[in-house]
């Protein structure tokens, strides 16, 4: 019986230092990790057969494959039909969407990768590559707001960054905000980091979707020259510039040819953005003016801020640039719910102030502020959902309370 007690330890002491072994640890969860990433492929893929959709990408994907093996402009007529075909099972009538390429000619460098393959597999791919792309954004604005919250609250938040409403929808529709939202906080990390060859190169590949940093860019390029950071602002530059120039090398037209598909995109699409809805759907009333002149004020306070920088002064540099991210989609004349990823890191700054508060009992507040967020956007959707459409009700929390957030944590610090 001793005996047998004894070569029992033996064996457990033997494999816990196994365990014990950096090179071991790192094999096993690196198959643990494998294993996942498998799994969820698997059902990403299964869910692309059952489920077909992906329209966000279609018409990129098949102008891609249509540039690639034959030839073909991505933004023709031709190409269009295709994608129509493909989303429809005909061509489109006038009144709906026209599936129409419309992104920057650089945006093939993102499908590239996945044009030789079948469409359910390049879709299943993507959705893996987006859900593993917001976990890094959670992660990434984590780091930057130096939040530090206890382990069960911080599987909560990552969970909440997954799961909550902009994600699964941009997941599902393989939509490249994701991944431009994670670029984009990628670019604010690295100024703060002095890491500007990543912060330029990050901030100008999000340039795929211009509407998610027509605002951004000029604020990091403009404050790399102010404030003497050249290798900032010139690897922004430099990299905008052998995207574009070599688009045209290898499409002279497409600018033109894009211009026209956005000229096209406002007549069989409606404008939304918050202030538009504010000002035409919730108070009618207020009108086209005053819907301009709503703009104008923003503006010119973003202005404002933006000449208020002193260097890159880590607090107020990182509540301009979130103010930034917040007034872009609140003005801009066409924005999507998956574009309101780019704002996460403003969710973060508020829990990290919250954190740093003396409210009793603030992280279980912060869960159910969590909570409150992640059920009542998924209720709002399921009761206003026409369709398969989301209705203009769903353009409205996050800007709006992430800018109220802002302005107050904005008021205690100046009133401290």
Excluded at 52 to 67: F, L, Q
Excluded at 151 to 167: A, D, M
Excluded at 175 to 181: F, R, S, V, Y
Excluded at 314 to 322: A, K, R, T
Aim: with cysteine; hydrophobic share 55%; aromatic share 16%.
């Amino acid at each position: 019986m001793n005996s047998r007690t004894q070569s029992g330890r033996l064996i457990m002491k033997e494999r816990i230092r196994y365990l014990d072994n950096p090179i071991m640890r790192k094999i096993i969860l690196g198959s643990i990790v494998l294993f996942v990433v498998i799994i969820n492929l698997l059902a990403f893929y299964q869910f692309s057969i059952v489920a077909p959709g992906g329209n966000d990408s279609i018409p990129r994907w098949i102008g891609t494959r249509a540039w690639l093996y034959e030839g073909i402009n991505p933004y023709s007529a031709e190409v269009t039909a295709r994608a129509q075909k493909m989303i429809y099972g005909r061509l489109a009538t006038p009144e709906e969407d026209q599936q129409k390429f419309v992104y920057p000619f650089y945006t093939i460098l993102f499908y590239l990768p996945v044009v030789w393959m079948k469409y359910e597999w390049a879709r299943a791919i993507y959705m893996l590559i987006l859900e593993w792309a917001i976990l890094a954004l959670v992660i990434v604005s984590i780091k930057i707001m130096r939040w530090s919250p206890p382990k069960w609250l911080l599987i909560s938040t990552i969970l909440f960054g997954i799961l909550f409403y902009h994600s699964i929808r941009t997941i599902v529709l393989w939509q490249l905000a994701g991944i431009c939202a994670l670029l984009i906080t990628l670019s604010l990390w690295g100024i703060l980091n002095k890491n500007d060859f990543v912060a330029g190169i990050s901030l100008a590949l999000a340039s795929i979707k211009p509407q998610m940093v027509y605002l951004i860019i000029p604020l990091v390029f403009f404050s790399g020259i102010a404030f003497r950071r050249w290798k900032l602002s010139l690897s922004l530059l430099i990299t905008l510039l052998l995207l574009i120039g070599g688009s045209f090398l290898l499409l002279p037209t497409w600018m033109s040819d894009m211009i026209q598909q956005m000229v096209d995109y406002e007549h069989y699409t409606y404008t939304v953005s918050p202030i538009h809805i504010l000002t035409h759907i919730i108070f009618p009333w207020l009108g086209n003016n005053t819907e301009k002149l709503l703009i104008m004020i923003l503006l010119v306070w973003l202005m404002y801020e933006w000449l208020q920088l002193k260097y890159f002064e880590e607090d107020h540099f990182i509540w301009v640039f979130l103010l930034t991210l917040v007034i872009t989609n609140l003005i801009v004349i066409r924005t999507a719910t998956t574009n309101y990823l780019m704002m996460f890191p403003v969710i973060i700054y508020i829990f990290q102030k919250l954190s740093s508060s003396n409210v009793p009992k603030v992280n279980f507040w912060i869960l159910l502020l969590e909570i409150i967020y992640f059920s009542g956007t998924w209720f709002l959707f399921f009761i206003t959902v026409q369709g398969r459409e989301e209705q203009w009700q769903m353009y409205l929390p996050l800007p709006v309370l992430g800018l109220i957030g802002l302005l107050i944590f904005k008021y205690y610090e100046n009133k401290m």
